[in-house]
């Protein structure tokens, strides 16, 4: 081979490794897209999910995968910004290919990645969200582990009495997330005869809430009912003590991390109360105790914070019930894996997931029933209180 | 009425804070002609600082002020010294462009070294807060007044009392004037971009163990900034430092008794109202930079 032949060769080997090392690459694992906030409001939040579902990724494949391949997580930054949400859900399905999404934490930000999962004809599991809409609006493609916040104020419902709640003022998120709770806990609360007086919003970014809190302070309610996310609420209970605010305090959303709470905002978070989806703090008192050992002990074990399980639980149960799609499917192929979302069936780690329609007929969305629980923080501790 | 003086308190606290960061930002398009777009990014290195002093050193929570404001100061300096002065003389859609980049660059810089999740600063205040009448303040809160009205007050001497601020206050009316009597007008533009930005520092220093620390603090703060200069008038110190409390005010009342929902939208509201119906400022008239 003369000199002049060699160049050319060669560049023609080196293309031909490079094509066949790439589609040998994109056989052997099968990617699952993963649109989580890990900058902006809700950073903290999203990065736990993430971590959580690496702890699944990497059982999984400890374990040989499914459908005798890998799966490797291709994740991006949504930066809690409902327009870069769909930008994200388009990019890992066009550009990337991956046959399935888990996302996208809070509901304004899954709200805008429906769509996108209509034009792609691709499943989504929703692992945090909260509102009602998610599941309502007739998008086949939307599978949620999450609990609805019409499914936590019907949980909630039997607690009303027991706490004695006679007037309750809420203060939310002005987005989808905050005003569904707020609308599904008002309509259940009236119907339990309690009064629901102001409803005060705050932005996601906001970091002063003093305006907000003084109304509420003045206001005739015994009872503030707050949904937000954990940096939020922290700034809110230390601005509450500053303000002198003494009323019950209850929380939903399950994003509080309790632990986070008790670190950072101290004694100013003495007595409030969370709804919550999980009980890490007591794993003999889960559904699937071992199940929650392994997963608590795998989270320790990486060093991370032991406030995120209450978040990142959702991003381990998330990816586990994807795999579990997968292998029902027998394809890694968007169609199969969507239709195999309704054969799914095992126990995570705060209840069965399963998946039940919901929404209009033809067209329903899957969600899946999880537990929900009350605590307390008392005495710089998480506890259950006794009703 | 105890929640309407609640609102006023809450008010004064929030002003001062945004009066530092007003005046910073108009020092610097006063006297420089420099739309400063990394002042949001200056605001949230002076948080991060403290955050680094405090919980990271292990430095007494009253040196880390002053520590973050040193930070800014040279922070400030340099940026000047290595993307300001080159520039000197070209247009000021350039400036600005850089500006902007330097401001992304900063920004980008601290989500790298701190990550996006939002940190909590120690401070030594007790919990309690402090009662009076019906209103009540936390400790931390009322050192953040103090200290940011002391800021202030310093600002203004500095500009009004001290020969550099006679240097400062020259250049700004006539700087080829300035540069013949023998002022050296080139160190006035990194001295003043740097106590600008240690302004901005500052503010953020203050407000960071009130609130947490994120990367994208800056950017409200940065805004706000704005909607304070053009309220006050550009270039006019005493009109940011009105501006400032005036724009606490209209967030405060407005979220206490229109709509907490629009809080943040109260303080455009004013800037729309301002443009249009006295564009070059509320307090225009009032003789600029001192």
Same mark, same amino acid.
């Given at each position: 081979?003369?000199?002049?032949?060699?160049?050319?060769?060669?560049?023609?080997?080196?293309?031909?490794?490079?094509?066949?090392?790439?589609?040998?690459?994109?056989?052997?694992?099968?990617?699952?897209?993963?649109?989580?906030?890990?900058?902006?409001?809700?950073?903290?939040?999203?990065?736990?999910?993430?971590?959580?579902?690496?702890?699944?990724?990497?059982?999984?494949?400890?374990?040989?995968?499914?459908?005798?391949?890998?799966?490797?997580?291709?994740?991006?930054?949504?930066?809690?910004?409902?327009?870069?949400?769909?930008?994200?859900?388009?990019?890992?399905?066009?550009?990337?290919?991956?046959?399935?999404?888990?996302?996208?934490?809070?509901?304004?930000?899954?709200?805008?990645?429906?769509?996108?999962?209509?034009?792609?004809?691709?499943?989504?599991?929703?692992?945090?969200?909260?509102?009602?809409?998610?599941?309502?609006?007739?998008?086949?493609?939307?599978?949620?582990?999450?609990?609805?916040?019409?499914?936590?104020?019907?949980?909630?419902?039997?607690?009303?009495?027991?706490?004695?709640?006679?007037?309750?003022?809420?203060?939310?998120?002005?987005?989808?997330?905050?005003?569904?709770?707020?609308?599904?806990?008002?309509?259940?609360?009236?119907?339990?005869?309690?009064?629901?007086?102001?409803?005060?919003?705050?932005?996601?970014?906001?970091?002063?809430?003093?305006?907000?809190?003084?109304?509420?302070?003045?206001?005739?309610?015994?009872?503030?009912?707050?949904?937000?996310?954990?940096?939020?609420?922290?700034?809110?209970?230390?601005?509450?003590?500053?303000?002198?605010?003494?009323?019950?305090?209850?929380?939903?959303?399950?994003?509080?991390?309790?632990?986070?709470?008790?670190?950072?905002?101290?004694?100013?978070?003495?007595?409030?109360?969370?709804?919550?989806?999980?009980?890490?703090?007591?794993?003999?008192?889960?559904?699937?105790?071992?199940?929650?050992?392994?997963?608590?002990?795998?989270?320790?074990?990486?060093?991370?914070?032991?406030?995120?399980?209450?978040?990142?639980?959702?991003?381990?149960?998330?990816?586990?019930?994807?795999?579990?799609?997968?292998?029902?499917?027998?394809?890694?192929?968007?169609?199969?894996?969507?239709?195999?979302?309704?054969?799914?069936?095992?126990?995570?780690?705060?209840?069965?997931?399963?998946?039940?329609?919901?929404?209009?007929?033809?067209?329903?969305?899957?969600?899946?029933?999880?537990?929900?629980?009350?605590?307390?923080?008392?005495?710089?501790?998480?506890?259950?209180?006794?009703? | 009425?105890?929640?309407?003086?609640?609102?006023?308190?809450?008010?004064?606290?929030?002003?001062?804070? @945004?009066?530092?960061?007003?005046?910073?930002?108009?020092?610097?398009?006063?006297?420089?002609?420099?739309?400063?777009?990394?002042?949001?990014?200056?605001?949230?290195?002076?948080?991060?600082?403290?955050?680094?002093?405090?919980?990271?050193?292990?430095?007494?929570?009253?040196?880390?002020?002053?520590?973050?404001?040193?930070?800014?100061?040279?922070?400030?300096?340099?940026?000047?010294?290595?993307?300001?002065?080159?520039?000197?003389?070209?247009?000021?859609?350039?400036?600005?462009?850089?500006?902007?980049?330097?401001?992304?660059?900063?920004?980008?810089?601290?989500?790298?070294?701190?990550?996006?999740?939002?940190?909590?600063?120690?401070?030594?205040?007790?919990?309690?807060?402090?009662?009076?009448?019906?209103?009540?303040?936390?400790?931390?809160?009322?050192?953040?007044?103090?200290?940011?009205?002391?800021?202030?007050?310093?600002?203004?001497?500095?500009?009004?009392?001290?020969?550099?601020?006679?240097?400062? *206050?020259?250049?700004?009316?006539?700087?080829?004037?300035?540069?013949?009597?023998?002022?050296?007008?080139?160190?006035?533009?990194?001295?003043?971009?740097?106590?600008?930005?240690?302004?901005?520092?500052?503010?953020?220093?203050?407000?960071?163990?009130?609130?947490?620390?994120?990367?994208?603090?800056?950017?409200?703060?940065?805004?706000?900034?704005?909607?304070?200069?053009?309220?006050?008038?550009?270039?006019?110190?005493?009109?940011?430092?009105?501006?400032?409390?005036?724009?606490?005010?209209?967030?405060?009342?407005?979220?206490?008794?229109?709509?907490?929902? @629009?809080?943040?939208?109260?303080?455009?509201?004013?800037?729309?109202?301002?443009?249009?119906?006295?564009?070059?400022?509320?307090?225009?008239?009032?003789? *600029?930079?001192?």
């Amino acid at each position: 081979m003369t000199r002049k032949t060699l160049a050319p060769a060669l560049t023609h080997a080196l293309a031909l490794s490079l094509v066949l090392a790439s589609s040998t690459a994109y056989a052997q694992a099968i990617r699952i897209g993963v649109n989580e906030p890990l900058t902006g409001a809700f950073a903290a939040s999203g990065t736990y999910v993430v971590n959580g579902a690496k702890i699944a990724a990497d059982e999984i494949n400890a374990k040989g995968g499914v459908l005798g391949r890998k799966i490797e997580l291709v994740i991006e930054d949504n930066k809690s910004n409902p327009t870069e949400a769909a930008a994200v859900a388009e990019k890992l399905i066009t550009s990337d290919k991956t046959p399935v999404l888990m996302g996208a934490w809070g509901s304004s930000l899954t709200l805008a990645v429906m769509p996108k999962l209509a034009d792609y004809e691709t499943a989504m599991l929703v692992e945090t969200s909260s509102s009602g809409k998610i599941t309502t609006s007739g998008n086949p493609y939307v599978f949620r582990i999450s609990p609805p916040s019409s499914l936590e104020a019907e949980t909630f419902a039997p607690m009303v009495a027991k706490l004695g709640l006679k007037k309750v003022d809420f203060l939310i998120l002005n987005n989808d997330f905050g005003r569904g709770a707020a609308a599904d806990f008002g309509t259940m609360l009236k119907g339990k005869g309690v009064a629901v007086g102001l409803v005060e919003t705050m932005d996601q970014g906001a970091q002063d809430m003093s305006a907000q809190l003084s109304k509420l302070k003045a206001s005739d309610s015994d009872t503030i009912m707050i949904t937000s996310a954990v940096d939020q609420l922290v700034l809110i209970f230390k601005q509450m003590a500053a303000l002198g605010l003494k009323k019950r305090v209850i929380t939903t959303g399950g994003s509080q991390n309790p632990d986070q709470i008790i670190a950072q905002a101290g004694s100013a978070a003495e007595g409030t109360m969370h709804l919550t989806t999980f009980l890490p703090w007591f794993p003999e008192k889960t559904p699937n105790p071992q199940a929650t050992a392994y997963f608590i002990g795998e989270w320790n074990n990486r060093g991370f914070q032991f406030a995120g399980v209450t978040e990142s639980f959702r991003g381990y149960d998330g990816i586990r019930a994807i795999a579990q799609a997968i292998e029902k499917a027998g394809s890694a192929e968007p169609a199969a894996i969507t239709k195999a979302f309704w054969s799914v069936d095992f126990t995570g780690l705060n209840g069965p997931i399963r998946f039940i329609k919901a929404g209009p007929a033809g067209k329903e969305s899957g969600q899946s029933k999880p537990d929900v629980y009350l605590i307390e923080i008392r005495d710089g501790k998480v506890a259950v209180p006794t009703l | 009425m105890a929640e309407f003086y609640q609102h006023l308190l809450n008010t004064l606290v929030l002003g001062g804070t @945004y009066a530092l960061l007003g005046i910073g930002l108009t020092l610097i398009f006063g006297i420089m002609n420099v739309v400063n777009f990394t002042h949001g990014a200056l605001y949230t290195v002076g948080a991060y600082l403290t955050y680094l002093a405090v919980a990271a050193l292990g430095l007494n929570f009253f040196l880390a002020l002053p520590a973050a404001i040193l930070g800014g100061l040279v922070l400030g300096a340099a940026i000047e010294l290595v993307l300001l002065r080159p520039l000197r003389g070209s247009d000021i859609d350039t400036t600005m462009l850089v500006m902007i980049g330097a401001g992304i660059v900063l920004q980008s810089g601290t989500l790298w070294l701190f990550g996006g999740v939002a940190k909590a600063i120690p401070t030594p205040f007790p919990e309690a807060p402090l009662q009076i009448g019906p209103v009540s303040v936390s400790w931390l809160r009322l050192f953040v007044l103090g200290a940011a009205l002391t800021l202030i007050v310093l600002t203004y001497v500095l500009i009004n009392r001290t020969r550099l601020g006679l240097a400062m *206050r020259a250049a700004f009316q006539d700087h080829d004037t300035a540069a013949l009597m023998g002022v050296n007008v080139r160190l006035i533009y990194t001295a003043t971009f740097a106590i600008g930005s240690s302004l901005a520092a500052a503010a953020g220093a203050l407000l960071g163990p009130v609130y947490v620390v994120f990367p994208q603090m800056g950017g409200m703060a940065e805004l706000k900034a704005f909607a304070i200069v053009i309220l006050g008038g550009l270039g006019n110190i005493t009109g940011a430092a009105i501006g400032g409390f005036i724009l606490a005010l209209a967030e405060e009342l407005g979220a206490g008794y229109i709509s907490s929902g @629009y809080r943040d939208a109260m303080g455009f509201l004013i800037i729309i109202a301002v443009l249009v119906f006295k564009p070059t400022g509320l307090f225009a008239k009032a003789e *600029r930079i001192g």
